[in-house]
């Protein structure tokens, strides 16, 4: 799903467009691909809300979604905005993803490099006796990892991590004929996130208010994906200790 059209749904609900005095002109002004500044600066556009405006509140849904999404580490949808980290070592830190984007919500499964294999989450003390070196009592390799703070400690010489990476996009060079950065299933959710933003003084309040309850549940719906589904074996970082403690 691109941007626009969610835009073009979001300035019909805040009548942001303009030229659209009768239904053929309002169906002709909706359907264009993109939609530019022009179509929101005529004498019927809105003097409220103003085209970056309004990308601004697209954005910033997207941003309280895509946060939602990454920090519930169960979530089946959190697949489709899942990268991985460059080839991390023991004690590298976890802050960006191999495209240089900074890391945001929880960790995902930790594998090795040379071979693929999934790790298994274990205590720092116990990976810290299991670490290859000549002072080692323990001669098998095993495939263990440990994260404290944003560092991983593997028990092999290199790990990808799956992680997800978030950087606003520009809102004025944002091209709105690109897909957003969600499963196109968030879209509505996005519409009803910038909706729920779009007020000024008391006009739109009502309006607002209700999207703003419909996005909740959007939101409440992503970080109870976790009761939804099995629990796998690299929870989120808060769960990790526990799980380790276990």
Do not use: H
């Not at 004498?43 to 999404?69: C, M, P, R, V």
């Not at 009592?137 to 404290?148: E, G, P, S």
């Not at 879209?187 to 309006?207: H, N």
């Amino acid at each position: 799903m691109i941007y626009n059209t969610l835009l073009r749904q979001l300035a019909v609900t805040v009548n942001a467009l303009g030229d659209t005095t009768s239904p053929s002109a309002l169906n002709s002004v909706y359907d264009t691909v993109p939609l530019i500044e022009a179509n929101f600066t005529v004498a019927t556009g809105s003097s409220i809300f103003s085209f970056n405006y309004l990308k601004d509140k697209l954005l910033n849904a997207q941003e309280a979604l895509f946060y939602a999404l990454a920090s519930t580490a169960t979530n089946p949808l959190r697949r489709f905005i899942e990268s991985q980290t460059a080839a991390l070592s023991y004690g590298d830190q976890i802050t960006t993803n191999a495209a240089s984007l900074p890391v945001v919500g929880a960790y995902g499964a930790v594998r090795d490099v040379e071979t693929g294999r999934v790790l298994t989450l274990e205590e720092i003390e116990n990976v810290q006796l299991r670490v290859i070196n000549p002072n080692s009592m323990f001669k098998v390799r095993v495939y263990q990892y440990a994260i404290v703070g944003d560092r991983v400690y593997p028990t092999v010489d290199e790990v990808l991590v799956d992680v997800c990476a978030y950087e606003r996009p520009d809102t004025d060079a944002l091209d709105l004929e690109s897909d957003i950065l969600l499963p196109d299933i968030l879209g509505p959710a996005m519409v009803q996130g910038a909706i729920s933003e779009c007020y000024r003084d008391d006009e739109y309040l009502e309006q607002s208010g209700r999207a703003g309850e419909y996005f909740s549940r959007w939101v409440q719906a992503l970080q109870s994906g976790m009761a939804q589904i099995q629990p796998q074996t690299n929870p989120t970082p808060d769960a990790q200790a526990v799980y380790a403690r276990g």
